[in-house]
């Protein structure tokens, strides 16, 4: 791998400015208009690309572009060889085998499949030998889906539709006022008829961590083990060492554009037991074995999921994405990476209480003593400014955030406002990116003319 | 203030006059306590993007040379853009004919989607006309926009 250039003993210091020099487009390639430099405070919407990604993905198209699992010429073969190579890379890189990754164009595709996937079952299209597991999962009329407030839209409409085609009632659990999952509400809600249990491992709205095994746990116990659980890694995924066998989901989601690497790509992980259960979703070439005018018999997974062309320098750029991600671990030492974002969260959450007039949107004292996790980034309101002006003026410094309702309008909802700004960083944000945030949106309110 | 507001044309966008509208917010009521009577109309528009929103009401009657817009009242929440151009609007429309309506309407449309090639004339548009540096902030011409399209969509049901 191209990653790190330059050499130093496991544990050095860790260098963000030094990591950022290998992402063209942070480094001198955002050209803004007066010349000053870029502060990207947007990674949780789309992370940027170091140029290990760039060329393995130009390196593939200008080398060994072909079509994988068909065709008998040795650039097929040798495509198919790299497509399945960065299958296990990345597999890998959430601890799964990889059979139990199944290429998607993203998280949002990867939930729907599993939401579809249990609406065919619902209707009785279950995969030979597997009908028992499949309908203990396949919600019907007086079942429950159970998704939380804080969810993105990705991880709550397909549920809401699921519900509605099968005559199940979608029930959500609420967060606290601090952001933290309500635990106790729960347990209350997640009982015998829940057949699905659908929640974001951290909100990309609050950055709370929500605790994965414990709802897992829940769940099992509450369900007899006849519910699926189903974990949006989106926000995790970037951020967070992940074993998601151990965390105990039975699916998983998370893109690859927020991990560094190429849009148009992502993943589901699934248990072996689980995947082997699901019928298909979308359906034609490369998922079935014999089809004839009447009926198909489909493949195994993954690749009873994985219909239709691929996107194969996109998965071969993922792979490099992880690839250079575990060339930072290894160059600057296990955890250094994980060290430098606590630095970064605390930094932009106590610098933001600072500021007078902003609201933390997930503001978890528990933070602070270690019993609440929270990934580097934070959504927050600036009272008497909308958060489209507030965007616009920090994007006159050259500083870039999100405004808006991050496709959770819901959890806004809940906390009283339509939109929120939310800075977010990555593993090459340096304390410098933040500080400029900061100056920048103290002088926010006095720009509108409130908290005079 | 540390932000420092003319880089990047900033001030182009938020004028004194931009801001001064959007705290006076010209015809901003709660619509609960004006009943819709004959002859009006109401259109809700939503920002999807941002989940600004705004419901207006316009009340049409008939003029001596042909149907006038008598009044136009709001309710809403938005970006300070949004608020002011709401505003704005309001204040320009008010008892005029509805076919000169339309053509404000279109002819505000055509210089917000001008990427600064368009100015709004300040005869024909009074304060609104001070939207004209929005066009080049191409992120926020849906904003500016917003009480337009509701006045165009609650004009022609009313």
Known sequence: MSAPTTTAPAGAAYDAAAVRAEFPLLSGGAQLPDGAPLVYLDSAATSQRPRAVLDAERSFLETTNSAVHRGAHSLAAEATELFEGARETVAAFVGAQPEQLVWTSGATAGLNLVAYSLGNAAAGRTVPGHEDAVRQWAPGPGDEIVVTEAEHHANLVPWQELAARTGARLRAVPVHDDGVLD?????????????????????????????????????????????????????????????????????????????????????????????????????????????????????????????????????????????????????????????????????????????????????????????????????????????????????????AVRVGHHCAQPLHRRFGVTASVRASAALYTTEDDVDTFLDALSGVRAYFGVGR | MSASPGSRGLDALYQEIVLDHAKRRVGFTSLADHPEQDGAATSHQRNPVCGDEITLRAVVADGPEGPVVEDVVWEGAGCSISQSSASMLTELVRGVPVEQTDRLVAGFREAMRSRGALALDEEEYGDAAALSGVSKFTARVKCAMLAWVALEDAVRRA
């Open chain 1, 183 to 399: 635990l106790e509400a729960a347990a209350a809600v997640i009982g015998e008829r829940t057949r699905v249990v659908a929640f974001s491992h951290v909100s990309n709205v609050l950055g709370v961590v929500n605790p994965v095994e414990q709802l897992v746990a829940m769940t099992r116990e509450a369900t007899g083990g006849r519910a699926l659980t189903v974990l949006d890694a989106c926000q995790s995924a970037p951020h967070l060492a992940l074993d998601l066998p151990a965390l105990g989901v039975d699916v998983a989601v998370f893109s690859g554009h927020k991990v560094l690497g190429p849009n148009g790509v992502g993943c589901l992980y699934g248990r072996t037991e689980v995947l082997e259960a699901l019928p298909p979703f979308l359906l034609g070439g490369s998922m079935v074995t014999t089809v004839t005018l009447e009926a198909t018999a489909f493949l195994p997974p993954p690749q009873r999921f994985e219909a239709g062309t691929q996107a194969v320098s996109q998965a071969v750029g993922l792979a490099a994405a992880v690839d250079f991600l575990r060339g930072v671990e290894e160059r600057f030492g296990e955890g250094a990476v994980a060290e430098h974002e606590r630095r970064l969260e605390r930094r932009l959450r106590h610098g933001l209480r600072e500021v007078p007039g902003v609201r933390l949107l997930g503001d978890a004292d528990g933070v602070d003593d270690g019993t609440v996790q929270r990934v580097a980034l934070q959504a927050f309101d600036v009272e008497g400014v909308h958060a489209h002006d507030v965007g616009q003026l920090l994007d006159a410094r050259g500083v």
